[in-house]
């Protein structure tokens, strides 16, 4: 490789050194910060980064929140742009101070033969992710990818737990930036200030970034969450059967109140969905076997035991009630929910977690199905968040499979790395090994789903594990 000239830029001294055998040269970069970036190249990111001795950060606190702002502008342009179904978010016309919880979802259409990356929860650990990014980014470039059919989708949980939250955030944003058609930056459940308070990341940027005033630096992150979507409908159109196959990309699972119909049905290949509210009754009255067979579907504490009857719904009504207002992250499934391991524990049932529900085999399957039409079908879901620390049957389920579960089929050991693909698939990916992988696992997971005008069974999908 011919030889890159790096320039690096070390906040604590105001510094800035040219490497390979230049001078090093001292200078105040206090006014050049503010219209130069301070790492043109990934190549020159990556570099210091690997030469960083965490908690200490190569980043500059300045870069970091322009780096955030101008992500948020991007995303402002686009969601402009439209279209967007029923009500455009009002936080808009905000730009930079969006204050309380605005979910919203994205609908995007790709052509076959394109191939999608999926990449679970980092939780701060930026080892991995610039080994995964390693692979499939320009090196001497400003982050841009080298193959552009490629289209990559992050499924949330960047901070927290780990030691490089800011640095993790930073990289996808730049990402983000420099490929805004080709990187999706899903929610997840700890794309949300309260949580950031409690699980590490704002006691992390207060000893990072001394100067930083942590109230007002929240409602900068508020925003930045206010801009990734909380799911995706991700659609790849048959060219030959004038037919789309949508996969379902979220973070947590599914979510019983939300009827995606309107949305998959509307005629651009690119639209948007403000969630104002949320129904589960109204999903529940639209496939008639919930109503007609509680008990195949929903736990007992749900509905009535007298099946078929109006107390079955009215006990639905109660235990699954509207939400007329979203306050916050916990109230929608796509960030909390999880999925039941067991086939023997078909039904939808409370979580532990206090937020989001727990959906089984039968539940899921008849969602999914209840989604499509005769011009398109909801085939899967791709997401991540029910990693644990502990051998719990998700987590053993993960790691059988080579950092991906695949809900409800067992694969072929002898096939794996590669995964048969089926209609209802619901794929968990790993956390990074920084987080849960000491003495378990020393890899970090990713999936290749390679699409074409075949029937979805029949597209090829691969696990692809990274020595950490």
Request: net charge neutral; aromatic share 12%; proline share 5%.
């Amino acid at each position: 490789m011919k030889k890159i000239l790096f320039i690096i830029f070390a906040y604590s001294s105001y510094n800035f050194t040219f490497i390979d055998n230049f001078t090093v040269l001292e200078k105040n970069l206090q006014d050049l910060t503010a219209n130069l970036q301070a790492y043109p190249t990934f190549a020159a990111w990556k570099y210091v980064c690997d030469n960083n001795k965490y908690p200490a950060t190569p980043l500059n606190f300045e870069e970091f929140k322009k780096t955030i702002t101008d992500f948020c502008e991007l995303q402002n342009k686009m969601l402009n742009a439209g279209p967007w179904l029923d009500t455009q978010p009002t936080f808009l016309e905000i730009k930079h101070t969006v204050t309380g919880f605005h979910p919203w979802i994205e609908k995007k259409v790709l052509p076959a033969g394109v191939q999608l990356l999926f990449h679970a929860d980092i939780h701060g650990d930026s080892v991995s992710l610039l080994k995964y990014l390693l692979v499939y980014v320009d090196l001497e470039s400003d982050f841009k990818l080298s193959n552009p059919n490629q289209y990559f989708i992050f499924l949330g949980d960047y901070s927290d737990r780990g030691m490089a939250g800011a640095e993790v955030l930073y990289t996808l944003l730049r990402l983000k930036l420099a490929n805004p058609d080709h990187v999706i930056l899903l929610r997840g459940n700890h794309e949300d200030v309260a949580i950031n308070e409690s699980y590490g990341f704002l006691d992390e940027l207060k000893e990072k970034f001394k100067a930083i005033k942590l109230r007002d630096f929240s409602k900068v992150l508020n925003t930045c969450y206010s801009y990734m979507p909380v799911a995706l409908f991700l659609g790849i159109k048959n060219t030959n059967a004038n037919y789309i196959n949508y996969l379902l990309c979220c973070h947590g699972g599914l979510e019983i109140g939300y009827q995606p119909q309107k949305l998959l049905e509307s005629p651009n290949k690119n639209s948007y969905q403000l969630i104002t509210s949320l129904s589960p009754i109204a999903t529940i009255q639209q496939i008639p076997e919930l109503i007609k067979a509680p008990g195949e579907y929903f736990s007992q504490n749900f509905y009535e035991s007298d099946p078929a009857t109006e107390n079955s719904i009215q006990k639905l009504t109660q235990t699954l009630p509207k939400k007329d207002k979203l306050k916050e992250p916990a109230d929608i499934g796509f960030l909390w929910s999880d999925f039941e391991v067991d086939q023997k524990k078909p039904l939808l049932y409370s979580s532990k977690r206090g937020a989001g529900l727990i959906y089984g085999k039968n539940i899921t399957e008849a969602l999914l199905e209840s989604y499509g039409s005769a011009d398109y079908s909801v085939v899967g879901i791709m997401r991540g968040h029910q990693q644990s620390g502990s051998q719990t049957p998700m987590m053993h389920s993960i790691l059988a499979n080579k950092g991906v579960s695949t809900l409800w089929q067992n694969q072929n050991p002898k096939a794996l790395p590669k995964i048969n693909l089926y209609k209802n698939i619901v794929c968990t990916f790993n956390v990074t090994p920084e987080i849960y992988g000491a003495g378990r696992f020393d890899y970090d997971t990713h999936g290749i789903v390679i699409t074409s005008n075949e029937p979805f069974a029949q597209w090829k999908f691969e696990i692809k594990n990274l020595k950490r």
